[in-house]
């Protein structure tokens, strides 16, 4: 049984014990059963707006997922496929970071300070295999 059934029920009970609402206890009753008639309403109000939120939050959950999903998932693949190399500038001693493209070229400009490297696959390819 909700709050408005128990406030319908109050009022009927009211009108069965044949309470006199203008006698001093009646019109408190009445007053009583009235302003819990308007709370019983109020809960009704405030429980259906927060069913509209929670359904609201699930939609954007809902989306928010698929949206990780398309990003989080395409970095996972992107990581798995791709190998990254380090150097360290000779200029400003920085360490470097490149992809394969790069290694390929045998050239590399260094993001911080601009200065031209250059190297030879080969010899990274040896420097590995003594690690």
């Given amino acids: 049984m909700g709050v ?46 927060v069913m509209e939120v929670g359904d609201g939050l699930d939609v954007i959950s809902d989306d928010l997922a698929d949206v990780e999903e398309l990003v989080y998932d395409d970095e996972d693949e992107e990581d798995d496929d791709e190998t990254v190399y380090a150097t360290t500038c000779p200029e400003c001693e920085e360490q470097i970071y490149f992809d394969e493209d790069y290694l390929d070229d045998g050239k590399l400009t260094c993001p911080n300070c601009g200065a031209q490297l250059e190297f030879d696959a080969a010899d990274l390819e040896n420097a590995e295999d003594e690690d």
């Fill in 4 to 49: 408005s059934e128990k406030v319908a029920y109050l009022k009927g009970l009211m009108e069965g014990l044949k309470i006199d609402a203008e006698s001093d206890n009646g019109k408190m009753f009445k007053a009583i059963i009235d302003v819990l008639d308007e709370v019983s309403l109020e809960i009704e109000d405030l429980t259906d707006e």
